[in-house]
């Protein structure tokens, strides 16, 4: 079953704890999980930090596109910090009910071949990888916007100049006097 479940257990150990244990894959405390972890969280509330100074700042030099963009982020942090504050919390449960999938999960390669087990696990790995790489795509536009701006309008389709832009804004622009 850990082929199927290949792609969330890497995630999970980038961010720095594992979801669940079985039978078959105990838990493992390591320091390196905990660095990991830990680092992932200071580096959130750094951000975070740092998005809401933003935020302040925006919203008193008048800026509201800039100040929804920037609550669209810290957002984004509440979520992901929750998400896994509440995956830990419920960590017991989870585990339970990943026990109870690798118990109805067929043994051996004879069940194995009766239920088609290595063509749903090439279809799910082709999937989840599709998705993966899509979703890359889409989060390395977004962050890169200037620089696609670029390739995609001066570069590729000859239409225009595209000027210089910072990620957000001129940071100067926010302050107040």
């Not at 039978?23 to 680092?39: E, H, Q, Y």
């Not at 509330?45 to 509201?64: C, K, M, Q, T, W």
């Not at 509440?78 to 995956?87: M, N, Q, T, Y």
């Amino acid at each position: 079953m850990d082929k199927f479940m290949k792609y969330a257990n890497f995630f999970y150990t980038t961010v720095g704890f594992e979801a669940y244990a079985t039978a078959s894959r105990p838990p493992k405390d390591s320091l390196r999980n905990r660095i990991v972890f830990w680092g992932n969280l200071v580096n959130l509330a750094i951000v975070g930090s740092g998005e809401a100074i933003y935020f302040y700042l925006a919203i008193r030099a008048g800026n509201l596109l800039e100040a929804v963009t920037v609550m669209s982020y810290i957002g984004f942090i509440i979520v992901g910090v929750s998400k896994i504050f509440f995956i830990m919390w419920k960590k017991p449960a989870l585990s339970a009910m990943v026990q109870e999938l690798e118990d109805l999960f067929p043994r051996g390669k004879v069940q194995e071949a009766q239920f088609h087990l290595e063509d749903y696990l090439r279809s799910c790995s082709r999937i989840s990888f599709n998705y993966g790489l899509l979703y890359f795509v889409l989060i390395w536009t977004f962050n890169l916007y200037p620089i696609m701006e670029l390739i995609v309008f001066e570069k590729w389709l000859k239409i225009r100049i595209v000027g210089k832009t910072l990620p957000l804004s001129d940071v100067r622009s926010l302050e107040v006097e």
